[in-house]
């Protein structure tokens, strides 16, 4: 009789986030429901399943601590509920550097990736973690420059 092996692919469970800030009625903001339908069809084409979707309305990201949802988020990771934060953008979950930071370790502390779609970079990776961090920075320039022009 042949000997067969099993393989065992580990299936990714994914939390989806989306925020929307109290100022933003541009056509270039996405709706939350836009952002959800996009995660969305990014775990479908990905074979990803998602267990849980958390999302802030009209909340700045300034203020983490404002964005109860991502601090839900944070708590179901730190349980080990979903092996992947995904996001449309990095600017949804924060606006400054240092909370991103913040957040990428707490997730990569409890074996979570964070991976956004549009920067395209997973932390599960030296480079993604590397890209992260250039776009933290860039996030938090947008958003000095953006104060800069009220």
């Known amino acids: 009789m042949e000997n067969q092996q099993q393989t ?3 299936h990714t469970r994914v939390a989806i986030y989306a925020r929307t800030n109290r100022n933003e009625h541009s056509e270039s903001s996405w709706t939350i429901e836009e952002q959800v339908e996009k995660l969305k069809s990014h775990c479908h084409l990905e074979g990803k399943e998602i267990v849980s979707i958390f999302s802030d309305k009209a909340v700045s990201g300034i203020h983490v601590e404002n964005q109860h949802s991502l601090l839900q988020l944070l ?10 934060m995904l996001v449309c953008n990095i ?19 409890h074996g979570v990736t964070f991976t956004s779609i549009s920067e395209k970079f997973d932390t599960s990776t030296r480079m993604g973690k590397f890209t992260l961090q250039m776009m933290a920075a860039i996030a938090e320039f947008e958003e000095a420059s953006r104060e800069e022009l009220q």
């Open 91 to 109: 600017n949804r979950v924060a606006r400054t550097t240092a909370d991103i930071l913040e957040i990428a370790g707490l997730l990569d502390k």
């Open 8 to 10: 065992c692919v580990k």
């Open 75 to 84: 708590e179901a990771a730190k349980q080990g509920l979903f092996d992947e």
